[in-house]
């Protein structure tokens, strides 16, 4: 069985992206990483694809694409302007990403932005599916039924003045991301500019984790 290596590049925008596929018919092979399906849907399909091995095993494939990735830096190269020069977001050993970064990606603004206009679309054409949400929703609020709304409030109250809130605190922590990002800020900053859960940066910040949402804590 044939097992081949490929860099393809979008046409476009040039951003290159190493890969690998069993497919004998190697060119028609579009790609799975999350980093360049979502180029692909913003800036359009039209890319070029180019072989770099046609590797026998899986050991061989691995070999090659720790290669490739280390000799082009394929996670952490940029341009000039600071944009990825690779789509990859690990190196390449064929082993795919995790939903960790899925949900970064989920996060860019362009990303988010035109899920929402897909949403807004849907509704618009389709209202009759807009107002039994609407109603659905309203029913199974649990903040709609008596005494709920008051109880949480209170709790909400009581979190916020005491120490347990993690926007209390103040030091500053080194993460870095499975993508090459690194951030010294505090907890609640990152949370807030990654849109992360409140749970899982707590818990990698007092040791319980040792990765959350592809973070580490440096």
Sequence with gaps: MSIYLLVKTHAKT???YLCKTSRQDY??????????????KIHGPEHHTEVLKECH???ELRQWGRYYS???NIVEAKNTNGKKL????VPEEGQGISGDVGRIIQNRPEVKAKNIAGV???????PQVKEAHRIKALTNNPMNKPGVREKHKNAVSESNTGMKNNSY????????????IVETCTQNDLKKKYNLKKAGVSQLVNGHKNFA???ILL
């Design 27 to 40: 060119c028609k092979y579009k790609g799975s990483g999350l980093y360049w399906k979502d180029h692909l």
């Design 120 to 126: 807004k679309k849907f509704y618009a054409n389709n």
């Design 213 to 215: 949402y592809g973070w």
């Design 70 to 72: 280390t000799l082009w």
């Design 14 to 16: 040039g951003l290159k």
């Design 57 to 59: 095993t899986n050991e």
């Design 169 to 180: 605190d103040l030091r500053l922590h080194t993460f870095k991301h499975i993508t090459g």
């Design 86 to 89: 690779w789509a990859n977001l």
